[in-house]
Every structure is written in C-alpha cells, then in structure tokens.
C-alpha cells in the first residue's frame, strides 16, 4: 500500500504540473462531443459517447511511460522498485483518475448533447468509470511495449484496439439498455468481470513489457 500510494501522489503532482498534457484527451472528448451533437442535432446513440471514450484514452495512455523512459526513471523504477505490482497500479490508477474519471463525469452531457436526453445517466457514468479503468489497464500493456521506440500513437491503437473491443461492447450495451429501460445487470457484470481481470493480469503483463522494451 506503501508503495501504491508514493507512486499514486507522485503522478498526480506530475500530471497537473504538466498542464497541457493531462488536459488534451479531456479536451478532445469535449470538443469532439460538442461538434458531432452540433452536426448530428441530437440523432446519435450512447455508442458514440464510448466511441468517443476510447480514442480519448489512446490519446491518454500512449503517453504514460513516455516521460519516465525519457528522464531515466522508468529504468531506476524496475531496478529497485520490489514488488512492482503496486507502483504500477499506482501510476495506472492516477493516470485514470485524471483522464477516465473525468469522462465519465461529463457523460451525463455529453449523452444530452447527442441524444437529446440524459435518460440512464447513473448507469452511462457507473460503465464508463469502470469501463474507462479497463481501457487504460489494457492500454498501458501497449504503452509500455511501445515506449522504447519512441512511435506509440498508431501503433499502439494497433496492438491494443482488438482488447478494447469487449470493453466498448459492453459498455455500450448497458448504456443504451439503461436509456431504454431495459435489463442491464448482463452486460455491468460482464463489464465489472472484464475489469476485475483486468486489475488483476494487466499489471503483471505491463511490468513483463517495461522489462522486455528496455532491454531494446
């Protein structure tokens, strides 16, 4: 827990010193939602909002391990860092809480300025904070395959696109079930099971990929 919460304080304080970069995937979500609700004059689907979510988390996580690899740390932090489980999950969880939680907070608008109507809100919001923690989980798998080359962008929407698909899946049905007033416990376990894999594989295969990308 030590460990959990020195790395979970010390991304924080990065990434909100940093400014512009925490901001830009929260930047492209609004801008994004607001010109297709002007385009689309209410006509979408909650889909769109998950859409919409997961290219906002591949802008978000391609960037993660950049840093770190940059300045040296990333190595010094598999070198002496034991165990390593923790301090990712500290870094992965603070990099969601200032890219994924704000998201699904601003659903709730996001859903009004495409559908006309907030119908579901509570459940659209429950989804996508468990949704967007898996996608960063599992985005950070790619990141950190990736930083090393320093070309993660595409290539990391590449490696980790076919892994978000479940995620997006069943998200998107629990939120469009919930607007439509049908069952939704199905597709929020579902969701909660994927996430519940996920905390517990993706650190694991993260700190595998760290170690494998540095040593190239």
Request: charged letters at 10%; aromatic letters at 8%.
């Amino acid at each position: 827990m030590r460990l959990f919460l020195a790395q979970f304080r010390r991304e924080l304080l990065i990434a909100l010193r940093s400014g512009t970069d925490a901001a830009s995937p929260l930047v492209f979500f609004v801008l994004a939602t607001v010109l297709l609700g002007l385009g689309a004059g209410g006509a979408l689907g909650l889909g769109v909002i998950w859409v919409l979510a997961l290219f906002a988390n591949v802008l978000a996580v391609e960037g993660v391990f950049r840093r770190d690899h940059d300045d040296g740390t990333l190595e010094q932090l598999l070198i002496h860092a034991r165990p390593l489980f923790p301090t990712i999950v500290g870094k992965l969880c603070a990099h969601w809480m200032l890219s994924g939680v704000p998201v699904a907070m601003l659903s709730p608008g996001a859903a009004w300025m495409l559908t006309g109507a907030t119908a579901g809100a509570g459940i659209l919001v429950l989804t996508l904070t468990m949704g967007t923690l898996a996608l960063t989980l599992l985005g950070a798998i790619g990141a950190a395959l990736t930083v090393a080359t320093g070309r993660g962008g595409l290539l990391v929407a590449i490696l980790v696109l076919p892994f978000y698909v479940p995620v997006l899946i069943f998200g998107a049905n629990a939120s469009t079930a919930a607007m439509q007033g049908a069952p939704t416990a199905f597709p929020i376990l579902a969701l909660a099971a994927l996430l519940a894999g996920c905390l517990t594989a993706a650190p694991f295969a993260v700190g595998k990929a760290l170690a494998i990308s540095q040593e190239y």
